[in-house]
């Protein structure tokens, strides 16, 4: 809590006074962790590359992602040791939502540390056992859900926020808990199945990233929360700096991971970074609105879904290849466009995601 040591200076020097503004520590936040992503990524990267953990490519896929294949994986690692720093520095460790933000995201990332491990190392294909594997996930959403269950400082512990109406609260009972791993769950795999193109998955990350940070800041401060409306929550304003921290790394990441990538994000990132995007809207019951500002993530689960479904039931495909960015460059869209214009759509949905604030 380097923040707290150079506050207390206030007495002595008045501009130390500023680090008591979330506002002015989520800055500090995003510039550190982009920071630290670009210094230590280039050493990891060729820790990486020395120790043979390396992308194998599979060959039923575009034929143009075979020339990947040899490129470092397990990059998350880059972006979680950013955050963990960052967050130390300027974080309140005295928040108890600071800490069950971190517990998730260490947690869902040492699943998929675990499943790189076993595909990369013990190069093992399948790598961790489906069983295990959202066993792992749903016993961790567990804990957490129960944990801000019976939180007794949270008012609103079982209830669930609609967008675009005022105050309309759906009381979920004991059945939140469910509900909350299914939210944390479905977000974790989410991101990990968008995770399939040079730079998608963490771009499109830190675009909800962005939009949260001012939903968060927004239920953690009572004026504006009375002005919009929306519900306050005491407390939460402090993950305001975790989505900074989250935000800078994730930048600083997407400077080696951008299409040719230097290296790619792995289970580790993906499994992390979504299941705590899906904590963060738990905590701040912005359940709904992870939904609409993460739409490209629900269409790419919701694709292979239907895929499954089809073929299944009917031995018929719906996409050439799922997920379904994959399905567009077989219909012969460059990467660097499937990229772009689903980052488009993301900021679309983020904009949609905020304009809920005054539209109620």
Same mark, same amino acid.
């Given at each position: 809590?380097?923040?707290?040591?150079? =506050?207390?200076?206030?007495?002595?020097?008045?501009?130390?006074? $500023?680090?008591?503004?979330?506002?002015?520590?989520?800055?500090?936040?995003?510039?550190?962790?982009?920071?630290?992503?670009?210094?230590?990524?280039?050493?990891?990267?060729?820790?990486?590359?020395?120790?043979?953990?390396?992308?194998?490519?599979?060959?039923?896929?575009?034929?143009?992602?075979?020339?990947?294949?040899?490129?470092?994986?397990?990059?998350?690692?880059? !972006? $979680?040791?950013? @955050?963990? !720093?960052?967050?130390?520095?300027?974080?309140?460790?005295?928040?108890?939502?600071?800490?069950?933000?971190?517990?998730?995201?260490?947690?869902?990332?040492?699943?998929?540390?675990?499943?790189?491990?076993?595909?990369?190392?013990?190069?093992?294909?399948?790598?961790?056992?489906?069983?295990?594997?959202?066993?792992? %996930?749903?016993?961790?959403?567990? @804990? !957490?859900?129960?944990?801000?269950?019976?939180?007794?400082?949270?008012? =609103?512990?079982?209830?669930?926020? @609609?967008?675009? *109406?005022?105050?309309?609260?759906?009381?979920?009972?004991?059945?939140?808990?469910?509900?909350? $791993?299914?939210?944390?769950?479905?977000?974790?795999?989410?991101?990990?199945?968008?995770?399939?193109?040079?730079?998608?998955?963490?771009?499109?990350?830190?675009?909800?990233?962005?939009?949260?940070?001012?939903?968060?800041?927004?239920?953690?401060? $009572?004026?504006?929360?009375?002005?919009? %409306?929306?519900?306050?929550? %005491?407390?939460?304003?402090?993950?305001?700096?975790?989505?900074?921290?989250?935000?800078?790394?994730?930048?600083?990441?997407?400077?080696?991971?951008?299409?040719?990538?230097?290296?790619?994000?792995?289970?580790?990132?993906?499994?992390?970074?979504?299941?705590?995007?899906?904590?963060?809207?738990?905590?701040?019951?912005?359940?709904?609105?992870?939904?609409?500002?993460?739409?490209?993530?629900?269409?790419?689960?919701?694709?292979?879904?239907? %895929?499954?479904?089809?073929?299944?039931?009917?031995?018929?495909?719906? *996409?050439?290849?799922?997920?379904?960015?994959?399905?567009?460059?077989?219909?012969?869209?460059?990467?660097?466009?499937?990229?772009?214009?689903?980052? !488009?759509?993301?900021?679309?949905?983020?904009?949609?995601?905020?304009?809920?604030?005054?539209?109620?």
């Amino acid at each position: 809590m380097l923040y707290k040591a150079l =506050y207390s200076l206030h007495n002595l020097l008045t501009p130390a006074n $500023v680090f008591r503004y979330i506002t002015f520590r989520t800055a500090l936040a995003i510039i550190t962790a982009m920071l630290l992503s670009l210094l230590i990524g280039p050493r990891i990267i060729e820790f990486l590359r020395k120790v043979s953990v390396t992308q194998q490519i599979r060959d039923d896929g575009p034929q143009t992602h075979l020339k990947k294949s040899g490129t470092p994986t397990m990059g998350g690692l880059i !972006i $979680v040791i950013a @955050i963990l !720093i960052t967050v130390l520095l300027w974080g309140d460790l005295e928040n108890m939502y600071v800490w069950v933000m971190l517990c998730s995201l260490i947690s869902f990332s040492g699943i998929g540390l675990l499943d790189d491990y076993l595909k990369v190392v013990r190069k093992n294909p399948k790598g961790l056992r489906a069983c295990y594997k959202f066993g792992g %996930q749903i016993g961790i959403a567990l @804990i !957490i859900g129960a944990v801000l269950y019976f939180n007794p400082k949270d008012p =609103y512990n079982d209830v669930l926020s @609609i967008p675009f *109406f005022k105050r309309w609260l759906i009381d979920l009972g004991w059945f939140y808990i469910p509900f909350s $791993v299914i939210v944390m769950v479905g977000s974790s795999n989410a991101v990990n199945l968008t995770d399939g193109i040079d730079g998608l998955a963490i771009g499109l990350v830190g675009i909800a990233l962005l939009a949260n940070m001012i939903l968060v800041y927004i239920s953690g401060n $009572v004026k504006f929360a009375q002005y919009l %409306q929306v519900l306050y929550l %005491q407390g939460t304003g402090e993950l305001t700096v975790i989505c900074g921290a989250m935000l800078g790394a994730a930048l600083g990441f997407l400077w080696f991971n951008a299409y040719p990538a230097d290296i790619f994000m792995g289970d580790v990132g993906s499994l992390g970074l979504g299941g705590a995007l899906g904590t963060l809207a738990v905590i701040t019951k912005h359940e709904i609105v992870l939904a609409l500002v993460g739409g490209i993530f629900v269409i790419e689960t919701l694709s292979v879904v239907f %895929q499954v479904a089809s073929f299944k039931l009917t031995g018929k495909r719906i *996409f050439r290849m799922a997920p379904i960015h994959h399905h567009f460059e077989l219909k012969g869209w460059h990467e660097s466009k499937v990229i772009i214009r689903f980052w !488009i759509v993301g900021i679309m949905l983020a904009l949609l995601s905020l304009a809920s604030l005054k539209l109620r």
